[in-house]
């Protein structure tokens, strides 16, 4: 079965050869809430987060959604208001800045994978937080992860 697709945040695990969204549980974070069953973090197979992300004028985005043509994508790592106006965004700093760009100016498209057990191992190992991005991988995203349906796509069952 491959990856459930990723929602915006979502985090994803694989638990007995099934993929589950997994929602937090406060105070706990030794657990995951799997569909409304408690399961050790410890005993989970994978888990990971992913995120669509793109380039368009020297700066990464987040994908939003894509509508009549148009890429919605969220600024990933604003630099200043100066270089905001200089794309052309909308937002601030501390709300975010947005576009709305043609799909054919979109540089690179591809998906950004972090193995969140491989950095909680690390953590229990090392005795500290994991550097950031060292369980961090990017691949080319399809067509199929992006192009012209639901964002996100439904969860296969």
């Known amino acids: 079965m491959p990856p459930i697709p990723p929602r915006r945040e979502d985090v994803i695990a694989l638990h007995r050869g099934r993929y589950w969204r997994v929602q937090p549980v406060p105070q706990r974070p030794d657990l995951a809430d799997l569909d ?80 969140l057990l491989a950095a909680r191992r690390h953590e229990k190992q090392v005795g500290v937080v994991a550097p950031r991005g060292l369980y961090t991988y990017e691949r080319p995203a399809t067509v199929d992860e992006w192009m012209h349906g639901e964002w996100p796509p439904p969860i296969p069952t």
């Open 36 to 115: 409304g069953t408690l399961v050790l973090v410890d005993d989970l197979d994978a888990l990971f987060s992913e995120r669509l992300v793109f380039d368009w004028r020297g700066a990464t985005f987040v994908f939003i959604g894509v509508e009549a043509g148009q890429i919605a994508g969220s600024w990933e790592f604003p630099t200043s208001d100066e270089r905001a106006r200089e794309l052309g965004l909308e937002g601030d700093m501390y709300t975010g800045y947005m576009t709305m760009i043609p799909e054919s100016v979109v540089d690179d498209l591809r998906i950004r994978h972090h193995d």
